[in-house]
């Protein structure tokens, strides 16, 4: 049927009138477009990955425990490797040199921070206690992939907090206060060899680092030793009065890791 003149206006009006709201609509989508579709953007790595205790763990509770003058600390809210460097992992409430520890049992028994083979793990960890009148910080611990090449190159530190707002730092040096967690009992055939793992001497080793704990392996058909060395951190005159509220432990190399296994605070009576 032929359509009348005023119904081909109408019809014409109709048309013009959608493409005109059609057209509108394409602009303002194409003008909006950053909102709309915005483009990727590479994810860029953290560096201020942390791991902190949810507020339970900020006073006394089953994470602690207090024992002749020593506060236990529980690892538990940030605890993310197995102790796979000993063949047989370590657990359960041990003594070293007279310093009682709690060793979460395995798979997820210790805390490692990021290295080369596990560039996802956190480069910074916190620990929040509730511990007056703090006297020393004792730190079952050991590092990974700490080569030759960085003896005498700090590759972190530890930070403790207090509750009157000043902060103690210090510093972990490979080949003084922090080593690889094995070793081969012999030297290596060819000195010069990067490969071959951090060692420490009487010559070197500061005075807050000892090794309280050794096991004897085989890797690569050679003898070997795996280790748990002890740090220990005084807590400064100045601060003995004040509540121990943090452990900061901070990875600042990229290659190497910190592996912490245990921590047990020494205080007043």
Request: one cysteine or more.
């Amino acid at each position: 049927m032929a359509l009348e003149p005023r119904q081909r206006n109408n019809s014409f009006r109709s048309v013009l009138l959608y493409c005109t709201g059609l057209a509108i609509i394409v602009a303002a989508t194409w003008l909006l477009r950053p909102v709309i579709w915005p483009n990727p953007q590479p994810a860029e790595p953290s560096k201020t990955a942390s791991v902190e205790p949810t507020s339970d763990n900020t006073t006394p509770s089953p994470g602690y425990a207090e024992e002749n003058g020593f506060q236990l600390i529980s690892l538990e809210p940030f605890a993310n490797y197995p102790m796979d460097h000993l063949l047989s992992p370590l657990s359960g409430n041990m003594e070293f040199t007279g310093i009682p520890f709690s060793i979460l049992s395995e798979p997820m028994a210790i805390f490692q921070s990021q290295n080369i083979a596990l560039p996802k793990n956190p480069i910074r960890a916190v620990l929040v206690v509730s511990v007056p009148n703090a006297k020393s910080v004792y730190i079952l611990m050991g590092g990974a992939y700490i080569s030759k090449s960085l003896n005498g190159q700090q590759v972190g530190n530890i930070v403790l907090g207090f509750d009157n707002g000043e902060t103690f730092t210090k510093d972990l040096i490979a080949g003084q206060n922090i080593r690889e967690n094995w070793g081969y009992l012999s030297p290596p055939e060819n000195p010069a060899d990067d490969q071959d793992i951090t060692s420490m001497d009487a010559s070197n080793a500061s005075a807050d680092w000892q090794n309280v704990y050794y096991e004897n392996q085989i890797r690569g058909g050679k003898a070997a030793l795996g280790y748990v060395d002890m740090l220990t951190i005084p807590v400064p005159d100045n601060d003995r009065k004040s509540t121990l509220t943090a452990i900061t432990i901070n990875d600042t190399v990229y290659d190497p890791s910190i592996l912490i296994y245990a921590i047990t605070i020494s205080t007043f009576k």
